[in-house]
């Protein structure tokens, strides 16, 4: 089970793309092109210079001279059809190459010179194992505040399924993480990464069998995940979402509405701004509630309006009982305020609300929702039945069953600070722990000299 959310090709975070970074060995590639420009020089400016060395005939003065200047270089040995192969070069001497003309002491090959050590960027790296995906980032610093993308890996592992019931993660669930989590290990160990930071959620922090699950990927995948507390989860999420935040905003509500629970951060930005955007949290809280718990105890196949009423209630009950809800009344009405949301739920209301064909991260991360366009798409999802929503490929059979429960924990989150606009974030987690450790490693401090 494939997630559509890559991670790659964030427009504000960065750019997908292969690493800067030259592997190590030999230059193959450079070398082949450089030989075949001197064959086809070569046959240019002396055409049937190769079939008289063949035949015996004594190459003139002018051609002896360009013999001389040719002495050392490293050329390709070819194949019976002339073709050069994909393999490494083969060091042989000039004469050789000339159709074996007699030469008396060949120079050794000369050696390209090795590509210059500051010119390598850091590797970063971010793993979220949540209740519903295992997410995998890797990443290079680009401009200030930005980074590219490298190499992303993203999986839907329900890792949390009967958590809800049981209390405890499944069998069936933590062979599906491990595997996704094996992959993640080999695509980190195929790097040389500088920093990584690799973390676990809700599911693990409120299994009774998390911590002995976390010991199983340590043994199998070779991964030490840290299990990260709510208030840590909130500042990543705020972390990584900061691009999305304009100059002129007064107020943000930022929620992460994930499998297992649903992070909300109140973000006052009406004084002076500091670069982090974590900086300006003035309220947080975590409801342990999320797509998958919702889902479980509701029901997720066959929601009817009164069952969505009645998870709405639900959340809105917990709600209402965050103390520091209040704390943006004063930029409620402003136009300058608006919610910002950073999950499944509202990329897929994204992709649903475009009418996309395939999921697009391009266009749904920074993609602006007034407040009309949300309650429609949350209105037509609730008049579908449960094939409607696998047909739509913004949902699949995947997200089939727990799109209704996040649209609902939506619901109520608006339904206490009501904005005119929503902005969707295809981002998160891993974007903000990607950003707080380029930080710390003052690797954008150092940009003018790297460059």
């Not at 120079?107 to 390598?120: D, G």
């Not at 993640?184 to 195929?190: D, W």
């Given at each position: 089970?494939?997630?559509?959310?890559?991670?790659?090709?964030?427009?504000?975070?960065?750019?997908?793309?292969?690493?800067?970074?030259?592997?190590?060995?030999?230059?193959?590639?450079?070398?082949?092109?450089?030989?075949?420009?001197?064959?086809?020089?070569?046959?240019?400016?002396?055409?049937?210079?190769?079939?008289?060395?063949?035949?015996?005939?004594?190459?003139?003065?002018?051609?002896?001279?360009?013999?001389?200047?040719?002495?050392?270089?490293?050329?390709?040995?070819?194949?019976?059809?002339?073709?050069?192969?994909?393999?490494?070069?083969?060091?042989?001497?000039a004469s050789q190459a000339q159709g074996g003309a007699a030469r008396s002491e060949p120079s050794p090959p000369i050696q390209a010179p090795p590509r210059p050590p500051h010119q390598e960027l850091p590797v970063f790296a971010a793993l979220d194992l949540g209740t519903?995906?295992?997410?995998?980032?890797?990443?290079?610093?680009?401009?200030?505040?930005?980074?590219?993308?490298?190499?992303?890996?993203?999986?839907?592992?329900?890792?949390?399924?009967?958590?809800?019931?049981?209390?405890?993660?499944?069998?069936?669930?933590?062979?599906?993480?491990?595997?996704?989590?094996?992959?993640?290990?080999?695509?980190?160990?195929?790097?040389?990464?500088?920093?990584?930071?690799?973390?676990?959620?809700?599911?693990?922090?409120?299994?009774?069998?998390?911590?002995?699950?976390?010991?199983?990927?340590?043994?199998?995948?070779?991964?030490?995940?840290?299990?990260?507390?709510?208030?840590?989860?909130?500042?990543?999420?705020?972390?990584?979402?900061?691009?999305?935040?304009?100059?002129?905003?007064?107020?943000?509500?930022?929620?992460?509405?994930?499998?297992?629970?649903?992070?909300?951060?109140?973000?006052?930005?009406?004084?002076?701004?500091?670069?982090?955007?974590?900086?300006?949290?003035?309220?947080?809280?975590?409801?342990?509630?999320?797509?998958?718990?919702?889902?479980?105890?509701?029901?997720?196949?066959?929601?009817?309006?009164?069952?969505?009423?009645?998870?709405?209630?639900?959340?809105?009950?917990?709600?209402?009982?965050?103390?520091?809800?209040?704390?943006?009344?004063?930029?409620?009405?402003?136009?300058?305020?608006?919610?910002?949301?950073?999950?499944?739920?509202?990329?897929?209301?994204?992709?649903?609300?475009?009418?996309?064909?395939?999921?697009?991260?391009?266009?749904?991360?920074?993609?602006?929702?007034?407040?009309?366009?949300?309650?429609?798409?949350?209105?037509?999802?609730?008049?579908?039945?449960?094939?409607?929503?696998?047909?739509?490929?913004?949902?699949?059979?995947?997200?089939?069953?727990?799109?209704?429960?996040?649209?609902?924990?939506?619901?109520?989150?608006?339904?206490?600070?009501?904005?005119?606009?929503?902005?969707?974030?295809?981002?998160?987690?891993?974007?903000?722990?990607?950003?707080?450790?380029?930080?710390?490693?003052?690797?954008?401090?150092?940009?003018?000299?790297?460059?």
């Amino acid at each position: 089970m494939e997630d559509h959310d890559t991670g790659a090709g964030a427009s504000a975070v960065g750019m997908s793309g292969p690493s800067p970074k030259e592997p190590a060995g030999p230059p193959v590639g450079r070398f082949s092109r450089h030989a075949g420009a001197h064959a086809r020089h070569a046959d240019q400016r002396h055409p049937g210079q190769g079939k008289a060395d063949h035949q015996g005939e004594q190459p003139k003065g002018k051609t002896r001279k360009r013999r001389k200047r040719k002495r050392g270089r490293k050329v390709f040995a070819r194949d019976e059809n002339g073709a050069m192969p994909p393999s490494a070069p083969v060091a042989i001497s000039a004469s050789q190459a000339q159709g074996g003309a007699a030469r008396s002491e060949p120079s050794p090959p000369i050696q390209a010179p090795p590509r210059p050590p500051h010119q390598e960027l850091p590797v970063f790296a971010a793993l979220d194992l949540g209740t519903n995906n295992c997410r995998l980032l890797v990443a290079v610093p680009a401009r200030h505040g930005q980074f590219r993308v490298i190499d992303a890996f993203s999986r839907i592992v329900r890792l949390g399924e009967g958590l809800t019931a049981s209390g405890r993660l499944g069998q069936a669930a933590m062979d599906r993480a491990v595997e996704a989590l094996k992959i993640c290990g080999e695509k980190l160990r195929n790097r040389k990464i500088r920093k990584a930071r690799l973390i676990a959620t809700e599911a693990c922090r409120s299994a009774a069998n998390g911590v002995e699950f976390l010991e199983r990927v340590e043994r199998e995948a070779g991964l030490k995940l840290e299990i990260i507390d709510r208030q840590t989860e909130a500042r990543l999420a705020v972390s990584g979402c900061g691009s999305l935040v304009e100059r002129d905003t007064q107020g943000v509500v930022l929620f992460d509405i994930g499998g297992g629970s649903s992070e909300i951060a109140l973000i006052d930005l009406t004084g002076r701004r500091s670069p982090r955007l974590a900086n300006h949290i003035v309220s947080w809280t975590s409801l342990p509630v999320g797509v998958v718990s919702l889902a479980e105890r509701f029901g997720g196949r066959t929601v009817t309006r009164e069952t969505f009423a009645a998870m709405v209630d639900d959340v809105a009950a917990r709600l209402k009982v965050f103390d520091g809800r209040d704390r943006l009344a004063h930029v409620l009405a402003s136009p300058n305020f608006h919610l910002l949301g950073t999950s499944g739920t509202v990329t897929t209301l994204a992709g649903v609300h475009l009418d996309l064909e395939r999921y697009d991260r391009r266009r749904v991360d920074g993609l602006w929702m007034d407040r009309d366009s949300v309650d429609r798409m949350i209105e037509r999802l609730i008049g579908w039945d449960f094939q409607q929503r696998c047909a739509n490929p913004c949902i699949g059979a995947d997200r089939a069953d727990l799109v209704l429960a996040g649209c609902a924990i939506l619901e109520a989150i608006r339904g206490v600070w009501p904005s005119e606009r929503l902005r969707v974030a295809d981002r998160g987690l891993r974007e903000g722990i990607l950003s707080e450790l380029m930080a710390d490693d003052g690797v954008w401090r150092n940009e003018g000299a790297r460059r």
